[in-house]
């Protein structure tokens, strides 16, 4: 039996995993809790009351080695950590659920819904936000199929996920034609649904034209090291000239952190990179530029938590990784990153305990604690466009893009260094997440990255050009300027709100229950 059952756990975690392994297999997230499920009605026999926990978290910790193993190649210690604490999280959750099922007597459908969908929300606002896994970010290669995203948000691709399994899971208990033609139903009608979108023609009010600069470089041996720092600049600062001799492009692009020597942000001119890129600037009036920097404000008597201490000169300083736009008035805008990587760039709870700061896990030779204070949320051009910045991992929280769009006509420009997770899933997952955020707010998106891959990706989802992996590259052309404000941008993520709150409320309820229960 015991065989039996972890084989059951066993293939849970393997039908969850091929979305993310092989996207090809994006279909088997429909069924692949029904061994789960299976094993939920089993543990109502049992004694034991964590039995249900320990099988769950095998199945999810073969559904997060498999679907992430790949932050290794950055950092061991740290893809460990991860793993182990999502699968747990994950774990904890599903017991919840089947808990809050057993104590109330009913189907498993509410709880799952309620919690299920009330913990991915929650997953993208603590501190330990990972919410690579959530179940609606199975379909980033299939824009097709999720076009109403611009009405529910990832979220509702979760919930389409989970009302599937059940209905899945009630027709393996008991088949009849009309639980066969409701599971029809349910997985055409938004399919149909999707394509009625998808061939709806979005009208665009005006176009840009850009420039983008794929620079390509190792960020174990050659990026972060210091030596080469200005070396690399200036050839990024080169190539970009000789591009604008031809073409003078509206908008320059360059990833994250193309400017390593982190700029005062009160006095950026005490910056040699920045000086030249200024220079460069004045030579070409008309363009603006967004690159990826790292930055920094010193602090007075206020020492926010995470904050840092320059030795050599006496001050404490936020560092941030930021985003800096350079407009056709020499104008200087910094936006900064503030959905930061859990372990990596800033350290959970550190904002309680502030000696956490120091202990933030090595990059390819490069650490420390990040601020994530951030007070602007686009940039505005010379001719009133807007430009959203992302940065890096922010693509990953589509309720926080969503947030940050207004009705004014503009575009998304999303800049990274993939070349972390060297020729691995991880950069093509990445890549494949903006095209949901693209579908979400029905904008475009320009996409910089250090290593690859750069696009230029449309309202649909779709790629209209894209550079190659782990080459150096550019791309220019015109980038399309929408201002229609989408449901899910004006509302954003109301199912995972909902669901969270009233989700707080059901496990207080089943709670009470329990310790009002008399015992025998």
Not at 220 to 244: G, M, Q
Not at 281 to 288: D, I, M, Q
Request: proline share 3%.
């Amino acid at each position: 039996m015991k065989y039996k059952i972890g084989l059951l756990a066993t293939l849970s975690g393997i039908l969850l995993a091929l979305p993310w392994t092989y996207s090809i297999f994006f279909f088997t997230i429909f069924f692949a809790y029904i061994p789960l499920l299976i094993l939920e009605k089993e543990s109502h026999k049992q004694d034991n009351p964590y039995w249900l926990f320990n099988y769950s978290f095998l199945a999810f910790l073969i559904w997060n080695t498999l679907s992430y193993w790949w932050v290794s190649e950055a950092q061991l210690m740290g893809s460990i950590l991860i793993i182990l604490i999502n699968s747990a999280i994950q774990a904890t959750v599903f017991w919840l659920i089947s808990t809050t099922r057993k104590q109330l007597k009913i189907s498993i459908l509410f709880p799952f819904l309620i919690i299920g969908l009330g913990f991915e929300y929650f997953h993208t606002q603590w501190d330990l936000a990972w919410p690579w896994l959530n179940l609606g970010n199975t379909f980033t290669t299939q824009p097709k199929l999720v076009q109403w995203y611009e009405f529910t948000g990832v979220r509702g691709g979760s919930l389409w996920i989970i009302l599937v399994n059940i209905s899945l899971y009630s027709l393996y208990k008991k088949r009849n034609l009309s639980k066969y033609l409701r599971i029809t139903s349910l997985i055409l009608i938004p399919i149909l649904g999707s394509l009625y979108l998808y061939n709806k023609i979005e009208t665009h009010d005006s176009t840009r034209s850009f420039t983008l600069i794929q620079p390509n470089l190792d960020p174990y041996t050659e990026k972060f090291k210091p030596a080469n720092e200005k070396i690399h600049f200036n050839d990024f600062l080169t190539i970009t000239d000789s591009l604008l001799q031809i073409n003078e492009t509206d908008f320059v692009f360059g990833p994250e952190t193309m400017i390593l020597q982190a700029i005062n942000e009160e006095h950026p001119e005490e910056s040699d990179s920045y000086n030249s890129l200024l220079q460069l600037k004045r030579k070409y009036p008309k363009t603006e530029f967004l690159i990826g920097v790292h930055s920094y404000l010193k602090l007075d008597d206020e020492i926010p938590a995470g904050s840092r201490f320059n030795a050599d000169e006496n001050y404490y300083y936020e560092a941030f990784n930021s985003a800096l736009f350079l407009d056709e008035n020499n104008n200087t805008s910094f936006y900064h990153k503030t959905k930061l990587v859990p372990l990596f760039e800033r350290m959970p709870f550190v904002q309680y305990l502030n000696f956490l700061g120091k202990y933030s896990l090595e990059l390819g030779g490069y650490n420390g604690t990040y601020s994530d204070r951030n007070t602007l949320n686009s940039f505005t051009t010379s001719d009133s466009t807007l430009i959203f910045p992302i940065v890096c991992f922010e693509s990953v929280f589509g309720d926080y893009c969503a947030q940050r769009i207004d009705d004014s006509s503009g575009f998304i420009c999303m800049i990274t260094n993939d070349g972390w997770w060297k020729n691995s899933l991880g950069y093509k997952y990445h890549f494949d997440f903006s095209r949901l955020r693209a579908i979400e707010n029905r904008r475009q998106i320009v996409r910089v990255a250090n290593n690859g891959i750069s696009a230029i990706i449309n309202t649909k989802g779709e790629l209209e050009q894209q550079t190659s992996w782990w080459e150096s590259g550019y791309l220019q052309g015109e980038i399309k300027l929408f201002s229609r404000k989408t449901f899910y941008s004006t509302h954003g993520d109301f199912i995972g709100r909902i669901s969270a709150f009233f989700a707080v409320l059901l496990l207080i309820f089943v709670k009470i229950r329990r310790i009002s229960q008399p015992k025998h």
